[in-house]
């Protein structure tokens, strides 16, 4: 079922998880082992991220340095499918530009069709970690919004190669990414804004944002998006933040702010334990209040602490 369905049909809140591919070497068992407690809640969806190739250099036995290209968290398409197939959920592929070809994204999808899979999020991935800016694949997308094109004439039949005649029609329902606090190489949130509507003009269903610890970010933003004519599901994205570690960790990955009374709190926490406290109860509070503001779907960033996301759901549902 789509996403899109799935929120029209909603009686109650619908949750949905994020998850990370394991790396490599490391058992699909872990990924159960997260989310197996989480069934409880019955999640309508679980997102599976994609993680590009890293160039890294490998020493040889003469000394020399030779590049490779190594892929630390491969298998999200087996993982999708694996889900689907375990708990019989939908699973959302996340897809991105970076590093591919177009013929590459249109056989990913193809594969993607073939496994039933319903809903996708496309975006455009960050810069590789030799790479100061993003740089596109020579034949592939700069930007998001040229992916959502690609799914979208999928979606119609239309392939690359032109003398396919009768292609088959995908039917995927799209979804993007938006950031209540603007995207980090954005001039300004109206700027980030106007491209999102892009997206949505050119056929995205709906949006999922970036994780924010203060909701006030995420009501401005969808007031601001509602402005700009942005009227499709937007989808808040929501973390728990559980180590002083991540205090300025995360504002430096994601380029999301650390509200001063949850900063504070942590650092007066005394054990990690104490720390992941803090943290569910800001969590928690946050849920709430997004529930009272009648939000359709919570959607969680699990990466790691899925027992925390439990101990959150317990209390809300
Ligand atoms: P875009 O929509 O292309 O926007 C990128 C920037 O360009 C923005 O500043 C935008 O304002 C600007 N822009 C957009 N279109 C145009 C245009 N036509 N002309 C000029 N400027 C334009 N990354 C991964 O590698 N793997 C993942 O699995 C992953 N999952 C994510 C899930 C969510 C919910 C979110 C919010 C992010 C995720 N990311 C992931 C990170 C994402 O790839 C990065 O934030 C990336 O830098 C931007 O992606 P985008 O799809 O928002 O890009």
Request: proline share 6%; with cysteine.
């Amino acid at each position: 079922m789509k996403v899109t369905e799935h929120i029209a049909e909603a009686t109650e809140p619908i949750v949905s998880l994020e998850i990370l591919p394991p790396t490599k070497g490391k058992s699909i068992e872990s990924i159960y082992k997260q989310l197996d407690p989480l069934m409880e809640f019955k999640p309508a969806f679980i997102n599976v991220t994609y993680h590009r190739a890293e160039q890294v250099y490998k020493k040889r036995p003469d000394g020399s340095f030779e590049r490779v290209e190594i892929r630390k968290r491969p298998g999200t398409v087996g993982i999708c499918a694996a889900l689907m197939n375990k708990y019989k959920i939908e699973a959302i592929p996340h897809l991105i530009c970076g590093g591919f070809s177009r013929e590459e994204t249109e056989n990913a999808l193809i594969d993607l069709h073939f496994l039933g899979v319903k809903n996708v999020l496309a975006l455009r991935g960050d810069a590789a970690a030799n790479e100061k800016f993003f740089t596109p694949h020579p034949n592939g997308h700069r930007y998001a919004e040229d992916l959502v094109k690609q799914v979208i004439s999928l979606n119609k039949g239309s392939y690359i190669e032109e003398d396919i005649m009768d292609g088959v029609k995908t039917d995927f329902c799209i979804g993007v990414a938006g950031y209540p606090e603007k995207h980090f190489e954005a001039p300004n949130l109206d700027t980030d804004i106007y491209y999102l509507k892009r997206k949505i003009e050119l056929g995205a269903d709906y949006v999922t944002t970036q994780m924010f610890f203060e909701n006030q970010h995420y009501y401005n933003y969808i007031n601001r998006c509602a402005e700009h004519g942005v009227t499709v599901p937007i989808m808040p994205g929501l973390k728990p933040l559980t180590s002083k570690r991540q205090l300025t960790m995360i504002p430096s990955i994601f380029n999301v702010e650390v509200p001063v009374d949850l900063y504070n709190e942590m650092m007066k926490a005394k054990t990690d334990a104490d720390c992941e406290q803090v943290g569910t109860e800001w969590l928690l509070a946050q849920c709430r209040d997004l529930l009272k503001n009648k939000v359709p779907v919570l959607h969680f960033y699990t990466l790691g602490k899925p027992h925390v996301v439990y101990n959150v759901l317990k209390q809300l549902f």
